[in-house]
Nanobody, 125 residues
């Protein structure tokens, strides 16, 4: 069993930066892939970024490529999402999710096994 807790959200101005953290419990977490998703009011949950178990391979949605960076520290059971050049349309609740089966369908939120409760990011114009 893995528990995930996101932190680092808040209010930021357009063009600003935030670093989200995802703290995980469970000794097997370092073998799981992890994704970041977000959900804005009235919208579908949106894939943002994915990192494999070792941190050696990452993938991004086109909407955040070049602005967001995902990374992990398996010694600390942590995954991060560095967000730069934030825009008002980035406003959403941000979630991290862990995948124990290494799905190829990394953008499909239904393939992830464990979820945090989310952290709110609000970007003002």
């Amino acid at each position: 069993q893995v528990q995930l807790v996101e932190s680092g959200g808040g209010l930021v101005q357009t063009g600003g930066s935030l670093r989200l953290s995802c703290a995980a419990s469970g000794r097997l977490f370092s073998s799981y892939a992890v994704g970041w998703f977000r959900q804005a009011p009235g919208k579908e949950r949106e894939f943002l970024a994915h990192v494999n178990w070792s941190g050696g391979r990452t993938s991004y949605a086109d909407s955040v490529k070049g602005r967001f960076t995902i990374s992990r520290d398996n010694d600390k059971n942590m995954v991060y999402l560095q967000m730069n050049s934030l825009k008002p349309e980035d406003t959403a609740v941000y979630y991290c999710a862990a995948d124990q089966t290494w799905t190829m369908a990394i953008e499909d939120h239904s393939k992830y096994d464990y979820w945090g409760k989310g952290t709110l990011v609000a970007v003002s114009s």
